[in-house]
């Protein structure tokens, strides 16, 4: 009898699609839209002046042609710098409004918590994002500031400990680095009714480890990756993947 044929997963564009466009730019985000992905992910700083900056690090050093601290430069400073191909750093808004999809937000701290919800006070807006982060705290103030919200962990070293730590938090989804799942992880999270993951799936045997553990979804920088999640086929071989630096 033959097998029946994979479920689509939910696939998440990693920084737009950084394995094939300048992460965390209006034109990564728009590949990974016409590449069919179901949301994107992206990174959120505070500059110097508040501006909710959409970036990954906390430098810009790796990915424009810039140096120095995200925090300690003016929007009008960053804006002078080149984050591959000609694009420039965009603002949270701008990247929302560059693609009709969901996007996964990334924070890293109670600051960027705050200014995040003041932007959210649109409900159109607000029902388009899930707020996510690694930090229980940024998530917590998220939570207060914007209860209707949809909130999800994410987690590399402290994966085990996902499910619960969600649950407290009210936080509907986990994201988890796929090499650090297992059967036990993913089984309590769906007792308690949480969705499960992966990040970063850049790869045929990655795809096929997530079916394995019957994730919901990968977070992927590749469009081949996008395309097999979807239909439930192989991957194939496509590209050499680019290695993620980090979750999110």
Do not use: Y
């Amino acid at each position: 009898m033959p097998a029946m044929p994979a479920m689509p997963l939910l696939t998440v564009g990693h920084r737009g699609l950084m394995g094939v466009e300048p992460e965390n730019t209006l034109r990564s985000f728009r590949r990974a839209e016409r590449e069919g992905v179901d949301a994107v992910e992206l990174d959120l700083h505070l500059s110097r002046d508040g501006h909710l900056v959409v970036m990954h690090d906390a430098t810009v050093d790796r990915t424009t042609d810039g140096t120095g601290r995200v925090g300690e430069l003016t929007l009008a400073e960053l804006r002078m710098l080149d984050a591959g191909l000609g694009e420039r750093v965009p603002v949270f808004g701008e990247a929302a409004g560059a693609v009709a999809l969901p996007v996964q937000a990334e924070i890293k701290d109670r600051a960027a918590a705050r200014v995040l919800a003041a932007a959210l006070g649109e409900p159109a807006l607000a029902r388009r994002v899930r707020v996510i982060s690694f930090h229980d705290e940024a998530l917590r103030e998220t939570g207060k500031l914007l209860p209707g919200v949809s909130l999800a962990l994410v987690t590399g070293g402290s994966t085990s400990s996902a499910p619960e730590r969600a649950a407290a938090l009210g936080a509907g989804m986990i994201s988890c680095e796929l090499a650090r799942l297992d059967e036990d992880t993913v089984r309590r999270a769906r007792e308690a009714g949480i969705e499960v993951i992966a990040w970063t799936v850049n790869t045929p045997a990655e795809l096929a480890r997530v079916r394995e553990l019957g994730l919901d979804g990968v977070v992927t920088d590749r469009p081949e990756i996008v395309r097999a999640a979807r239909t439930g086929a192989g991957a194939g071989t496509g590209p050499a993947s680019v290695p993620a630096s980090a979750a999110g």
